[in-house]
């Protein structure tokens, strides 16, 4: 059967009607992409009508994929748009790079936020998100760990974590440590096996009460593992989080830096600073004969963050050890201090820490006598 086209699609949208007039003649579709039958799209809407809105994008959904060879739809309702005005507009005065601003909640007791993201999966986000916090951790800073990935969590196997968090009231979880890291994750909840099966608004839902609904203490530092991509989940934590600042993350070929490409542009939008790209997979060295193999290409990703003007927060190897080390729940930065390995991610989370510090910091002001 045929895919659908991008034509076909934005015809049978004209049927979806916001009051007096279709969804299409008010240019409220965006983002529209059509891959192997599964279509993805945005509508933007007034931030305000956002809860009212729903049976309008679940109409969206159905009419597209009443089209024939259509196997999925994904509509969101997104507010970029007015919020990109809203950035625009003239202001009294300067604001930080990394504001609240708007809507963003501040998470009581944690002092910075940092969203692990990358533009596509396995990649090994997941992988250094975790490593990165247990190097925080490892230079004396109060961590979290927030796993942001509802379909697929990783930080319970990774960190070696399989009880359920704890409450004292019936309403504020207790997040579980290990590692001298506070941790939260849905995978804490449900079995390994169980899927996800939950729409958009559902699972932004669960993301705030992930990281609201948490005594987290008294944190220096909130690593938070996104979902891969850059759908809603993503863009909604980047509107509504006030993140200090994103790692990207990303391997080398082509391939995987256009995706890393998509999501640094988004953190950019919502007015969020790219902390810097870390290239994974970067190369491997065989265990056996020390011969160095550039499996997926090298350097890309130091060069791409030249291009678009970000800082280049280092290499991290294609190794076994972070493999196996990962997937016994004991992450190598912190069971092997030691290693190489280890090392770099420590390297990274100390320029890290270095360009959120100097993101934070007042800029000088000059002063006329």
């Given at each position: ?5 991008e034509q076909s699609i934005l015809e049978a949208l004209h049927a979806v ?274 011969e160095r193999s550039e499996i997926f290409g090298h350097g890309g990703a ?55 510090d100097g993101a934070q910091r007042p800029k000088p002001r000059i002063v006329?006598?």
């Open positions: 059967m045929a895919e659908p086209t009607r916001d009051g007096d007039s279709d969804i299409i003649s008010r240019n409220m579709v965006s983002g529209l992409a059509v891959r192997g039958g599964h279509v993805r799209f945005a509508i933007e809407v007034d931030p305000a009508r956002g809860a009212a809105l729903e049976p309008l994008r679940q109409m969206a959904e159905r009419v597209v994929g009443a089209l024939p060879g259509v196997l999925s739809v994904t509509a969101v309702l997104t507010a970029e748009r007015a919020m990109q005005a809203k950035q625009a507009a003239p202001k009294p005065q300067a604001r930080p790079e990394a504001p609240t601003g708007e809507g963003r909640k501040t998470v009581p007791g944690v002092k910075h936020i940092i969203a692990v993201a990358s533009g596509k999966g396995g990649v090994g986000k997941s992988t250094t998100a975790v490593n990165l916090a247990l190097a925080f951790a490892a230079a004396g800073r109060k961590v979290g760990l927030l796993d942001a990935d509802i379909y697929g969590p990783s930080v319970p196997r990774m960190m070696g974590i399989n009880r359920r968090p704890e409450s004292k009231d019936g309403k504020t979880l207790i997040p579980p440590v290990n590692f001298g890291i506070a941790c939260m994750s849905i995978g804490f909840m449900i079995g390994e096996d169980t899927p996800m099966i939950w729409r958009g608004p559902m699972v932004m839902s669960a993301l705030q009460q992930m990281l609201y609904d948490v005594d987290w203490g008294q944190r220096d530092v909130l690593v938070v593992d996104l979902p891969p991509g850059t759908g809603d989940a993503q863009l909604t934590m980047a509107q509504r989080v006030p993140l200090a600042g994103a790692v990207i993350v990303s391997t080398p070929q082509d391939i995987a830096l256009i995706d890393a490409r998509k999501g640094l542009n988004m953190f950019r939008k919502v007015s969020v600073p790219v902390l810097g790209i870390v290239e994974n997979m970067s190369f491997f060295l065989c265990p056996h004969c020390g130091r060069e791409e963050a030249g291009k678009l003007g970000v800082p280049f927060l280092g290499e991290v190897p294609l190794h076994l050890d972070i493999r196996t080390t990962s997937d016994e729940g004991t992450p190598i930065v912190a069971t092997r201090p030691e290693a190489p390995q280890s090392q770099i991610y420590r390297q990274i989370a100390e320029r890290v820490w270095a360009e959120l006329v006598q």
